[in-house]
């Protein structure tokens, strides 16, 4: 009676199972290490967990009779680390350590060994009982090794396939092979080779005095070996003739290295140095490999910790075989970082690659984003970007993203191409098997437009990378039949033939925003970081305006502040700004942020000293200096450190408000700014001349009326405080659950209500809960000059796994809600239609979320959230989430931030929410002066289409002048620049500040525009 298919490979697997008895011919332990300089036994643990350790073992010899080109060493230290193999001073080899690399090739028979290791692995986990495992020179057989590589190859290929007719001719092929061996019976021998199977260690007793050294195969069972190996690549090249490849992959060598997650910083340095000496060695023996690597950041660690290794980068750069790939400084988050913050990762990272690999990138490498904002295609194209690849979309929970080759179109027109290859096994972390290049073959819905898809081939998340495994599979699967043909490819090649493949075919388009359904949890995470991230933001976009005017006026050319910036591009990494790393990575990236945020602001206060000089008029009156680093012109409202003029004590300082407005790019000299009236008080109510404003008993605001449009703004009570059971079933630090409401209560308890600011500037309310062991203080407050009614949040938490919403019903109808985006904004809808709107339950925005209706809106703005609902005519805002992994204390303590509703007359532009979103976040810098009158001065003016100021700088290689603006609202119209005197605009720049034509005053919709400008020459006299 026959076998089935299913009992076939059953035998095949035990018959391969036991080839790998004898894999080894021979080997000699190595038990002469020292850990930090005391002796350590092998098989002993570590002596010290903590930290990095030093092993170091003398010089060994390979037996005389073994041939050096086939002998390995063979190590399990315990940990992670990085192997230097030195071979007596004369030359050295280095290897990383971890699960997947520990058998390193030998150039030389004398050679000691040291490594540098922490008992971790690769995803941060301690090895908490890190010992001395493994450590040995071997002489394995490498007839065997191939012909077990290639059985095992077979047997994965042909469960792979499945029912395809190819199947049994591949088992008549690997059983052909067995019936030709000679195969090693000896009972002592056999049996003490196979002492370590799993048979063997599930037998009560196993016979006594087995053979430590049992010999390895005979020469003429060697012999017969090879043979076998060689019939099996000669059926396999036959049965291909016949049964053809199928597809078409093209592999990249990979080693995701997340900047930071599971580790710190420290880490990650020391991470890269191990991956990078890999991949660089596998290219010494397998010219074929190219092996792609993104992040500047991680380049620029490693040309400052090893600066031999990074010149060996650039030589294998230079021979094509280490393809520097992505153009920014880190892969990022791509839903929190504003768009200026985009513009810096591409420059800065663009001009890295540039100076050290001698050429930019072409394809943004982003496989772990978690979502994209529609702002992306338009910046890459200006960064001379044109392709795109991301593996994430895959992860998409309800509805599976459509497209795996496509044009993705950004919210200006612009367009990139696009690539995702599906992976089920193990994403861009991928094997050449065939289990993985059928399984993404089979997946790739783009092969009707272009008959390859990519797949990326190496350990990964916490490095290591590509291994020699994997390459030889690659080699051995090229006499496969019916499996899809590899080969390694740089991936620009790959876009640029696929771009030339689909020049004249109908490949879809995806317009907007790739929004992840999944990781929402992301956008709240880790609060702190996130506040101090915008106000770092926002603070170095205002040290650069405010240096620049100086400039304009005469001032000292100010220097490049990127180094700053790229403190801030790195901390935006997809697990650092997300929220998704452990506790200690963001005790430094709250350390680092604050450091930016003070440095810029002592900048923007050397600015304005400046700048005094230049528009204030000499005098003795008290005064204020206001400079408006923006493009709106803003009301006078101050909040400072120091006393001003007329202004009114509050907590921690002075506040001033006033009718006047500081003109756009400009400054204004106040003396007596004087105040508006109607601002009242009264612990149930707060009121000026534009809003009237009551809270109910429980602490919630009963009505907004909108005195100028004689309105109501609320639905119903609004600011109201939900606390979620939120215990996500997976990914906790990321993940929020699409039915986390069904487990929410509204804290209503009151306990305190106090007016502690009285006017005539400001007038405050202070209202304060208490929610199971935390505490909630709020201050409801207007200033005298604004509908902008503000709640200060100070948070002090201390519970865990619950999800913090201020919720509010506003009298506005819409299908559709505004979430300002990087330089522009995305409506989503605020019903659930279909399944796309119902997953947006819970969806990123910056600086402000609108919901209008003809001729009336209302605005949320925030000072650094990001997490928001819109459902029906209600819109939210997420405070705060409390998970336990990765970071068991996140979002633990205290926490203080302010978000406020902003109801306006007709549309949110012309009600002003950018200028007051943006005044929220970075309010007017001021500084005490003296003067002799008071003056206004707009230094830079830009007039016409209502435009967004991207950025004022200095040029990254020149004194002059960048001029980033942007259209924010999906209008087209022209704008015209006004320079001070001695300045003109000279030209048009892409964000590498390359001049790219004339100024065009015409300016399209959301569109990302950069100008030059430049000192005017003196004219030649006589």
């Not at 100086?550 to 180094?563: C, F, I, K, R």
Request: hydrophobic share 40%; charged share 25%; net charge negative.
């Amino acid at each position: 009676m026959s076998l089935t298919t299913e009992q076939r490979l059953h035998r095949l697997q035990v018959r391969t199972d036991e080839l790998a008895f004898w894999r080894d011919r021979a080997y000699v332990s190595l038990d002469g290490w020292s850990f930090n300089g005391e002796r350590l036994a092998l098989g002993a643990p570590w002596p010290k967990l903590e930290g990095v350790s030093l092993f170091e073992h003398p010089e060994v010899q390979v037996p005389d009779d073994w041939p050096v080109g086939e002998a390995r060493l063979d190590l399990d230290l315990g940990g992670e680390g990085l192997i230097v193999i030195d071979y007596r001073g004369e030359k050295s080899e280095s290897f990383g350590l971890d699960p997947y690399h520990g058998r390193y090739p030998l150039q030389e028979a004398a050679f000691s060994v040291s490594c540098e290791a922490v008992a971790r692995l690769p995803f941060g986990v301690p090895n908490r009982g890190a010992r001395l495992a493994r450590s040995a020179i071997v002489w394995p057989d490498a007839a065997l090794e191939r012909l077990e590589r290639t059985l095992l190859l077979l047997q994965e290929a042909a469960r792979v396939l499945g029912q395809g007719e190819v199947v049994p001719w591949l088992l008549d092929c690997a059983e052909r092979a067995f019936a030709s061996l000679e195969w090693p019976t000896d009972t002592p021998e056999y049996l003490a080779r196979s002492a370590g199977s799993r048979e063997m260690l599930e037998i009560w007793e196993l016979p006594p005095d087995l053979e430590a050294h049992p010999a390895g195969l005979t020469d003429y069972q060697r012999t017969a070996l090879t043979r076998a190996a060689d019939r099996l690549d000669d059926d396999l090249g036959e049965l291909r003739a016949r049964y053809p490849e199928a597809g078409e992959v093209a592999l990249t060598g990979h080693a995701h290295l997340d900047l930071a997650w599971l580790w710190p910083l420290d880490e990650t340095r020391r991470k890269a140095r191990r991956t990078y000496h890999t991949a660089v060695a596998l290219m010494e023996r397998y010219p074929e490999f190219i092996f792609n690597q993104s992040t500047a950041q991680a380049y620029e660690y490693v040309r400052e910790d090893d600066p031999e290794l990074f010149e060996r980068i650039r030589a294998k750069a230079d021979a094509g075989q280490w393809e520097p790939i992505g153009g920014m400084w880190v892969e990022p988050d791509l839903n929190l970082p504003s768009g200026e913050s985009l513009v810096r990762q591409l420059l800065y990272g663009q001009r890295f690659f540039e100076r050290h690999f001698g050429h930019r990138h072409t394809v943004a490498w982003l496989p772990d984003c978690f979502g994209f904002t529609g702002a992306l295609p338009q910046l890459l194209m200006q960064a001379g970007i044109r392709d795109f690849f991301t593996h994430k979309m895959n992860w998409a929970e309800t509805n599976k993203f459509p497209h795996d080759l496509f044009w993705w179109e950004g919210i200006d027109g612009s367009r990139v191409l696009g690539h995702q290859f599906w992976n089920p096994l193990s994403g861009y972390n991928g094997d050449p098997g065939p289990s993985a290049t059928v399984s993404t073959w089979r997946n790739y819905r783009g092969k009707t437009h272009y008959p390859e898809t990519l797949l990326a081939i190496g350990y990964g998340d916490g490095g290591g990378g590509t291994t020699q495994e994997m390459l030889e599979k690659v080699r051995a699967l090229g006499v496969f039949p019916a499996l899809p043909k590899l080969r390694f490819t740089k991936v620009s090649e790959f876009y640029s033939s696929a771009r030339r493949a689909i020049a004249d075919k109908d490949v879809p388009t995806w317009v907007g925003e790739l929004y992840l359904e999944s990781h929402r949890g992301t956008y709240t995470t880790q609060g702190r970081t996130k506040f101090l991230h915008r106000r770092a933001e926002r603070n170095l976009v205002a040290a650069e305006a405010t240096a620049g005017l100086n400039l304009l006026l005469g001032g000292e050319t100010p220097e490049s502040l990127e180094d700053l910036w790229r403190v801030v591009l790195r901390n935006e990494f997809h697990d650092i700004l997300p929220g998704s790393s452990i506790r200690e990575v963001y005790v430094t990236a709250e350390e680092e942020l604050s450091e930016v945020v003070e440095d810029a602001g002592a900048r923007i206060d050397a600015s304005l000293q400046a700048l005094g000089g230049r528009v204030v008029e000499p005098g003795e009156r008290l005064a204020v200096l206001a400079v408006n680093p923006d493009l709106s012109a803003r009301p006078l409202r101050i909040e400072a450190a120091f006393e001003l003029p007329e202004g009114q004590p509050v907590e921690g300082g002075h506040v001033l408000a006033a009718p006047t407005l500081v003109p756009a790019l400009g400054a204004s000299v106040l003396i007596d700014p004087g105040a508006l009236g109607g601002l009242e008080v009264a612990p149930d109510r707060i009121e000026n001349d534009f809003l009237r404003v009551t809270l109910g008993p429980d602490g919630t605001i009963g009505s907004v009326f909108d005195k100028l449009c004689d309105r109501e703004a609320l639905a119903g009570r609004g600011n109201q405080l939900w606390a979620y059971v939120d215990k996500p079933r997976a990914f906790d630090a990321w993940e929020i659950d699409a039915d986390y409401v069904q487990q929410g209560i509204e804290i209503s308890g009151l306990d305190s209500v106090e007016i502690i600011e009285s006017g005539p500037h400001r007038a405050s309310i202070r209202i304060g809960r208490r929610f199971r062991n935390s505490t909630i203080t709020q201050d409801v407050r207007l200033w005298s000059n604004s509908a902008r009614l503000e709640i200060k949040t100070m948070l002090d938490w201390h519970d865990r796994h619950w999800l913090l919403k201020a919720r509010f019903p506003l009298a506005v109808r819409a299908e559709r809600a505004t979430f300002e985006t990087a330089f522009g904004v995305v409506e989503r809808p605020t019903h659930r239609n279909t399944s796309w709107d119902a997953a947006k339950f819970e969806v990123p925005a910056h600086r402000f979320v609108d919901l209008s209706e003809p001729g009336y809106g209302v605005a949320l703005l925030n000072d650094g959230k990001y997490g928001h609902h819109a459902h029906h005519n209600e819109i939210g805002i997420t405070l705060l989430r409390s998970p336990t992994y990765p970071d068991p204390l996140a979002d633990e303590g205290t926490q203080t931030f302010t978000y406020a509703l902003y109801p306006h007359p007709g549309g949110w532009v012309e009600g002003g929410v950018l200028m007051e979103a943006e005044d929220l976040n970075r309010p007017l810098p001021a500084r005490p002066v003296l003067a002799g009158a008071e003056s206004s001065r707009q230094v830079l003016g830009v007039e016409g289409l209502s435009l967004g100021l991207g950025a004022l700088k200095v040029c990254e290689d020149s004194d002059d002048l960048v001029l980033r603006v942007y259209e924010p609202q999906g209008a087209r119209g022209r704008a015209e620049v006004t320079a001070p005197e001695g300045w003109s605009l000279e030209s048009e720049l892409n964000l590498l500040e390359d001049p790219i034509g004339d100024p065009d005053p015409s300016i399209p919709p959301f569109q990302v525009r950069s100008w030059r400008l430049t000192r005017r020459s003196s004219e030649p006299s006589g």
